[in-house]
Nanobody, 122 residues
Framework: QVQLVESGGGLVQAGGSLRLSCAAS????????MSWFYQAPGKEREFVAA???????TYADFVKGRFTVSRDNAKNTVYLQMNKLKPEDTAVYYC????????????????WGQGTRVAVSS
């Protein structure tokens, strides 16, 4: 069992930055691929970015060049650095874990965090 706790959300102006953190407990993350999803009000949960267990990264097109996912296995923590934020980035951001293989759709996820809210004002 893996427990995931996100932090770092908040209110920021357009063009600003936030760094989200996802702290894991229960298992070491070294054999898990970690993903970030977001869910805007009234919309489906969507893939944002992922870091595979080997450290390879992948991004949704709409965040390429703005967001960076990273991990610190020694701290059992995954990060999402979000730069050049836009009002359309406003959503609840969820950390997710899947054993070995990257999850880029919600139904592939093994474990979810509770989410952290990001609001970007124009």
């Amino acid at each position: 069992q893996v427990q995931l706790v996100e932090s770092g959300g908040g209110l920021v102006q357009a063009g600003g930055s936030l760094r989200l953190s996802c702290a894991a407990s229960g298992r070491t993350l070294s054999t898990y691929s970690m993903s970030w999803f977001y869910q805007a009000p009234g919309k489906e949960r969507e893939f944002v970015a992922a870091s595979s267990w080997s450290g390879a990264t992948t991004y949704a097109d709409f965040v390429k060049g703005r967001f960076t996912v990273s991990r610190d296995n020694a701290k059992n923590t995954v990060y999402l650095q979000m730069n050049k934020l836009k009002p359309e980035d406003t959503a609840v951001y969820y950390c997710a874990a899947r054993r070995v293989v990257v999850a880029d759709t919600p139904d592939e996820v093994d474990y979810w965090g509770q989410g952290t809210r990001v609001a970007v004002s124009s």
